[in-house]
């Protein structure tokens, strides 16, 4: 079993260079991504999962994202958060999970591919925002914050995570709160504890809690405080929730 592989810096820069010119937007339209082989790197402490790719359901983002968690499990957050690898896994590796689960370039529907392309396949930084948004990486993270190794199911609070694509990406990764995982553990217990309020409006209500959470934490260190002090300030504005 090999070890992990990763793009060069300087590489990942040229990818991005050469969508912006449009010299490979063609690439994204086979099924095989071509890059130079000679501008990657090796991670010493993670093992290549044989065929990932083929454990990834394009009709199932919690099962990708626990496949792929699984597979990059011994990942430091440092790693998880280095646009290096999530760029080489979406152009190498899971290439073809990629096309086809964001499928509008190759298929020819999209109205403008650069960007399109640009906001699936690549980094804008290592914010946890951007990391949550990426097709990859957003998975990868969606799980690491959310799984709870003292649970039966470790994987409980993570499906709740994923009952709706927005909740981690345009919700929790709109705020800082996004990054500290006892927030976002209080978070969907407070929810998993309190299901008949969130029966309508799950959107909506979701927005409400962490905005409220992210004032909180202009306030006070939010970093140092567990699940329990999150749920225990949600439950204070439990009768806002339910107005919504």
Excluded at 75 to 98: F, K, N, T
Aim: net charge neutral; aromatic share 14%; hydrophobic share 35%.
């Amino acid at each position: 079993m090999g070890k992990q592989l990763i793009f060069k810096d300087k590489y990942v820069q040229k990818l991005k260079n050469d969508l912006d010119s449009g010299s490979t937007l063609e690439f994204y339209k086979g099924n095989e991504f071509v890059y130079d082989k000679k501008q990657v790197l090796m991670l010493p402490n993670i093992e290549v999962t044989p065929d990932l790719v083929s454990q990834l359901d394009v009709n199932d983002d919690f099962k990708t994202a626990i496949s792929i968690y699984q597979a990059l499990k011994k990942l430091e957050p440092i790693q998880a958060s280095d646009r290096r690898l999530w760029v080489y896994l979406a152009h190498a590796d899971l290439y073809p999970y990629m096309v086809k689960r964001w499928a509008d370039v190759y298929e020819g529907k999209s109205s403008n591919p650069k960007k399109y392309i640009a906001d699936h396949w690549f980094l804008d930084s290592s914010a946890q925002s951007s990391l949550l948004r990426h097709a990859l990486a957003g998975l990868w993270w969606s799980v690491y914050l959310s799984v709870d190794d003292c649970k039966e199911d470790e994987y409980e609070l993570t499906r709740i995570l994923f009952r709706q694509l927005d909740f981690p990406t345009r919700t929790l990764g709109t705020y800082k709160l996004g990054r500290h995982k006892e927030a976002v553990l209080g978070i969907l217990e407070f929810i998993q504890e309190n299901e008949d309020l969130f029966k309508s409006k799950f959107e909506a209500k979701t927005r409400f809690v962490t905005k409220h959470l992210n004032v909180i934490g202009g306030v006070k260190p939010i970093s140092y405080y567990d699940r329990y002090f999150f749920k225990s300030e949600l439950e204070k504005v439990s009768n806002s929730i339910s107005s919504i």
